[in-house]
């Protein structure tokens, strides 16, 4: 199966993180490697560069005809709306334009959910200006002023959107929210692409991507006793230490990708869903409490997980210790909702399955594709007594740690009001209450 080419441009840009461009004489001087080093753009070293960056890194990932190559934004925006891949919604690996009419500023969009956008940007600052000094990870608000609209690359592998006039539309997949490939894709991609500068380079053969070497120096390594101290050409080097999967930028940084968010398990001693034949869980079941937690009947408890790449689910599971009983017919009930409040599933009547003790594999009614991103596992109880289900805490809904830092529609365990009879089919996400139950779920 050929590579998908989206993770590929996301690892080159995001290898090239913390790097400047020149300093002279008390300023920054716009002199970059990425108007050397891409054709034809030589002769605008000097001047801004975010375009010129977005068109190295598509060359640099082996895509190079999926991308405007050039200096002006708005040569950017036209590019892509003369090929109809224009869009007002953000996608995954998109090219984003910001300013008026597109023309002052432009990134590729890693990560996207239904208030905000993270992107990769080069000529930007901290502060996220549009003439900045170097390439930073940015995180904007969808709707802010600046962001004008984005550039959709016609991937091999298709595109996800956010775009609802692109449901069903071959070659796009639409999804609400998409936090971007794991960083097990990431890697995969990292190395990949490794440090080959090529006009027409190819990377979408087949290639083991667990010990690859490529020409012009070592781009990815097993097992190092020590971080390497430098990258060849200049580029990003992908490594394994103590078991810890890790890379070393082009600007020297070392980040821990057991720590960055993203894939199913992180260190080798560590376990994750995938090592239990799950697809996503909202919390390791280990770190279960002795007593578990009873429901309280007619109320919907909500419990986040979070998928880092697109999956097929067709069963919930739980953990029950103490079977329920007197549990009524058609009013318990698992679901899956979407981050905004969407059901996308729902299991047949479980006040039989729920009658007993034992580790439940819930299977939903129909089978959802599932793109990246947030989830809610839905459980309804109604009956005489509750089932007894496993959980990581029970401290009172007075007090979520579960919830820390987080904000009214994002919690990771939440619940509705009571006197609920079944399932709906939307819920308002807003609305449902920080719960402490911190019930374990897992989709499969």
Not at 398 to 405: D, I, K, R, S
């Amino acid at each position: 199966m050929a590579n998908p080419q989206m993770p590929q441009v996301i690892a080159v840009g995001m290898s090239q993180v913390g790097y400047r461009e020149g300093y002279v004489e008390g300023g920054w001087n716009n002199n970059v490697r990425y108007a050397d080093e891409v054709p034809g753009l030589s002769v605008y070293q000097g001047q801004s560069w975010c375009m010129t960056f977005t068109s190295w890194i598509a060359m640099r990932a082996g895509v190079p005809t999926l991308f405007p190559r050039g200096v002006d934004c708005s040569a950017g925006v036209a590019w892509f709306q003369a090929a109809s891949r224009w869009s007002w919604y953000p996608a995954v690996g998109a090219q984003v334009f910001y300013g008026d009419s597109g023309s002052e500023h432009t990134g590729i969009v890693y990560a996207y959910d239904a208030t905000y956008i993270w992107t990769i940007e080069g000529n930007t600052s901290d502060n996220g200006s549009t003439e900045g000094d170097g390439v930073y990870l940015r995180k904007r608000r969808r709707a802010d002023a600046i962001v004008y609209g984005y550039g959709l690359p016609a991937y091999a592998e298709g595109i996800t959107t956010a775009d609802t006039a692109l449901k069903g539309v071959s070659g796009y997949t639409y999804a609400a929210s998409n936090l971007g490939p794991s960083r097990a894709v990431l890697a995969k991609a990292g190395m990949l692409v490794g440090n080959l500068v090529a006009e027409n380079l190819s990377v979408n053969g087949t290639a083991n991507a667990d010990r690859l070497h490529l020409a012009g120096g070592v781009v990815a390594m097993d097992n190092v006793t020590a971080a390497p101290t430098s990258s060849p050409m200049g580029g990003a080097v992908w490594y394994s230490q103590g078991g810890i999967p890790k890379v070393r930028t082009g600007s020297g940084t070392v980040i821990d990708l057991s720590s960055t968010g993203g894939g199913t398990s992180t260190a080798t001693n560590e376990f994750g869903p995938a090592d239990h034949g799950l697809v996503a869980w909202t919390m390791n079941p280990a770190s279960c409490t002795p007593s578990g937690t009873t429901l309280s009947a007619g109320v919907i408890y909500f419990l986040e997980v979070i998928l880092r790449s697109s999956a097929t689910i067709s069963s919930l599971c739980a953990v029950i210790g103490t079977a329920g009983s007197g549990l009524t017919s058609g009013q318990c009930l698992a679901g899956l909702y979407t981050a905004s409040g969407t059901r996308v599933g729902v299991t047949a009547d479980m006040s039989t399955t729920w009658n007993s003790a034992g580790d439940k594999t819930m299977a939903l009614t129909s089978s959802y594709s599932a793109a990246a991103g947030k989830y809610y596992v839905a459980l309804l109880f109604a009956g005489t007594t509750s089932p007894t289900f496993a959980c990581g805490s029970t401290l009172g809904n007075a007090f979520t740690p579960g919830n820390a830092h987080l904000t009214s529609g994002s919690y990771r365990f939440c619940r509705s009001a009571s006197g609920q009879t079944s399932l709906p089919a939307s819920y308002t996400m807003t609305s449902a209450t920080p719960d402490a139950n911190n019930v374990w779920a897992a989709v499969a």
